[in-house]
């Protein structure tokens, strides 16, 4: 398996349930990121990780929880999210932070 | 003022025809420009990454920058239909992952 894989690739969720998005990624990169995409919005960045540390955080509202546990694999914990978070959410990885990103297909999140 | 701006579209040509994407930004210190393709229900592919002013081309595709007009442009020759899909301009300063401004995305759909 090569590129970036994301898991689930849909997801269906009640506000007070817990999930959790997966990324994988299989290209040696030492930087990985989330990001929101949203209708007619421009990609939202939301976390950078660059060797296993974070190194951003954009304001993102705690509902939402990344980990990083090594530099293939990174997560995004879910929980009691709201109707506004319904969205495609994006994960990628880039050699390092200076460089282009490489993207996975996403997981379609909606919220009831 | 938004970091950059990008005429959503859509756009509609027919096979064969040249197409002309762009982008405007206002931050000056922006050096590292890309284009993104998404097909619909996938992650954005990177196309093209440039550095600073000038013309990357690659194949049927041309990435142009005029830093003094602060305007970038994608040029994609000769068409196809395997060409429809939405492409999307992003852009930072350092080339860091951190500071990465991307366009809404402008929709293409070429006509066979």
């Known amino acids: 398996e090569t590129g970036v894989t994301q898991t689930p690739r849909h997801l269906v969720m009640g506000m007070t349930n817990k999930k959790s998005l997966k990324c994988e990624q299989h290209?040696?990169?030492?930087?990985m990121y989330w990001y929101k995409q949203s209708a007619k919005k421009p990609l939202e960045l939301m976390f950078v990780y660059s060797l296993e540390e974070r190194v951003e955080n954009n304001s993102v509202p705690s509902r939402f929880s990344p980990e990083c546990p090594n530099s293939s694999h990174l997560f995004l914990h879910l929980h009691t999210l709201q109707p506004e978070d319904s969205a495609l959410y994006l994960c990628a990885s880039s050699q390092d932070t200076a460089m282009a990103q490489h993207f996975g297909d996403g997981t379609r999140l909606s919220i009831l | 003022q938004k970091e950059v701006e990008q005429d959503p579209g859509p756009l509609s040509v027919p096979e064969g025809a040249i197409v002309s994407l762009n982008c405007t930004y206002s931050?000056?210190?922006?050096?590292?420009f890309m284009w993104y393709r998404q097909y619909s229900r996938k992650g954005p592919e990177l196309l093209m990454y440039t550095y600073s002013s000038g013309n990357k081309e690659d194949g049927r595709f041309t990435a142009q920058v005029d830093k003094s007009s602060k305007y970038i442009s994608l040029f994609i020759r000769d068409s196809q239909p395997s060409d429809s899909a939405t492409y999307l301009c992003a852009m930072s300063s350092s080339g860091g992952g951190n500071q990465f401004y991307f366009g809404t995305g402008t929709s293409l759909t070429v006509i066979p």
């Open positions: 290209l040696g990169h030492n930087a």
């Open positions: 931050n000056s210190a922006f050096q590292y």
